[in-house]
């Protein structure tokens, strides 16, 4: 009688607790009769300026930039912007633009004198974009960053597969941009994903071709006080039109080919591995939060052709792992990140010897056929600490320097109301030789930037940005950039 009761009971106490949970079973947030208006359109105007005493501006001081500051020693930009933020979080559809142009003047001769440097003038968009969201789906079509890993952006070194080093890709994005709840888990298990097509327009190899990619994300936890994060993340260039090899293949049997990662195209290599140029990177992160504060730990790990779910794979010791704080309740450090970055291993020192294959020696960034490799306009794509071919003396445009061992730290803070970062990296680079150890060059690259708005001075935005090169493989370098911008808004609807 009693274990009856006893059932009774907690039958009726989980049919309650089911009832009052039924309206959170698909927490998004998102409500359906949410009113319009309260959208901005702002403006943005900016100069800056910079000059180094090196043969280039110095590593942090351009690198991470979205391509926006050159590598020149002396350079200058004008840059003019409209956009709109999304605002809306909560209405069932959302959307927001940005368009910048900016003009540049830079230096052409790396190590001379201001005086006797010759002088070119480009511009450019940094951003041209559209982004749509319906209920929980996104599209993006335009130039704008493709940044997806979860790091701190502002003090990372920059993830392994995209770190926003290069200029924007031009794409069209759809998916599920950021985390979502899973219908039915009240919201302690999310996910995200999406699908890139996007142009390779730099032309400095391959004339046309193209970058697929495509991730997922799943998250548990929720608004419990310990989330655990996994990241897995494809990409490959494909089609375009070889001077060695002609058309490798653009049309959909190839971009099925590339989507599935499945062999087939015109060359013998892409029938007998797979077509296009093959890369991708994972993430595993744990998160601890509370109150203002937030300590994340993660693992990023990197490959190229072969897939092995992380922790596993013979590259299992090449990676980026760090740890990051972020914290509101103190305004003088609100972040810090450190950063662990090994590349040296890359599947062991053999492809194939006596007749064996041993599918090593990967040269991250670097292929066969798009002999450029993960590279835009001559700047990696990946992280920035594997060399970019914009360094190249010898003017080769493929990667030269993808072993790389880093130690990375990065500080940000508002000191009454002087925003600043700080920035400190030590790299040891061993070249390409997966069959050497021995060490070719070494670089600590430190970066102080401060940043203060003045609304005595018509609202003006003041920048200033101090870095240094200290080591033998950029020499040692210093620099500053200065910077002076402008926003304000155009039109509230």
Request: net charge neutral; proline share 4%; glycine share 10%.
């Amino acid at each position: 009688m009693k274990s009856r009761v006893l059932y009774i009971l907690l039958l009726c106490s989980v049919c309650a607790s089911a009832r009052e949970l039924s309206w959170t079973w698909w927490p998004t947030g998102i409500q359906s009769d949410m009113p319009a208006g309260n959208d901005t359109l702002r403006y943005y105007l900016g100069v800056s300026a910079v000059a180094s005493s090196g043969k280039y501006a110095p590593f942090w001081l351009q690198s991470n930039t979205n391509g926006d500051v050159s590598s020149s020693p002396y350079s200058g930009n004008l840059s003019v912007g409209i956009y709109k933020q999304a605002v809306h979080p909560a209405r069932w559809w959302d959307y927001d633009f940005g368009v910048q142009l900016t003009g540049r003047v830079q230096s052409t001769i790396p190590g001379s004198s201001f005086s006797t440097q010759q002088h070119t003038a480009t511009a450019y968009f940094n951003l041209l974009y559209a982004h749509v969201r319906l209920y929980i789906f996104d599209i993006t079509a335009g130039i704008k960053p493709m940044i997806y890993e979860t790091q701190d952006s502002l003090l990372s070194m920059g993830s392994m597969l995209f770190s926003g080093n290069s200029h924007p890709l031009p794409r069209i994005t759809f998916g599920i941009d950021n985390y979502v709840p899973f219908p039915g888990c009240y919201g302690y298990f999310e996910l995200k994903g999406g699908l890139t097509h996007a142009w390779l327009n730099d032309n400095v190899y391959m004339k046309h071709s193209y970058v697929h990619h495509k991730f997922v994300g799943v998250r548990f936890g929720g608004k419990l006080p310990v989330n655990i994060s996994y990241e897995f993340h494809h990409a490959a260039q494909w089609g375009g039109i070889s001077p060695v090899y002609g058309d490798v293949g653009s049309d959909l049997r190839s971009f099925i080919n590339v989507l599935l990662a499945r062999n087939g195209g015109v060359m013998a290599n892409d029938q007998l591995n797979a077509q296009g140029n093959h890369l991708g990177s994972q993430q595993l992160m744990l998160t601890g939060k509370g109150s203002g504060w937030q300590v994340s730990a993660f693992w990023q790990n990197f490959f190229e052709d072969n897939f092995a779910l992380i922790g596993n794979g013979q590259n299992i010791t090449d990676g980026l792992w760090g740890i990051s704080l972020k914290q509101t309740r103190w305004p003088f450090i609100q972040g810090v990140t450190y950063e662990f970055l090994n590349t040296t291993d890359q599947s062991g020192p053999w492809h194939d010897r006596d007749g064996l294959c041993y599918a090593g020696n990967d040269c991250y960034y670097r292929n066969s056929v798009f002999v450029n490799g993960w590279n835009y306009y001559y700047r990696s794509i990946g992280t920035p600490l594997i060399t970019s071919p914009l360094y190249n003396e010898d003017g080769t445009i493929y990667t030269l320097n993808s072993r790389v061992m880093a130690h990375h730290v990065g500080v940000r803070g508002d000191i009454y109301g002087f925003r600043y970062r700080v920035l400190t990296t030590y790299a040891r680079n061993y070249g390409n030789d997966n069959t050497s150890r021995v060490l070719l060059s070494e670089n600590t690259a430190v970066l102080l930037e401060v940043q203060k708005h003045v609304p005595q001075a018509w609202g003006l935005d003041f920048g200033l940005r101090l870095a240094g090169d200290f080591g033998t493989q950029f020499g040692n370098q210093f620099g500053a950039q200065l910077t002076i911008s402008k926003r304000g808004i155009i039109h509230s609807y």
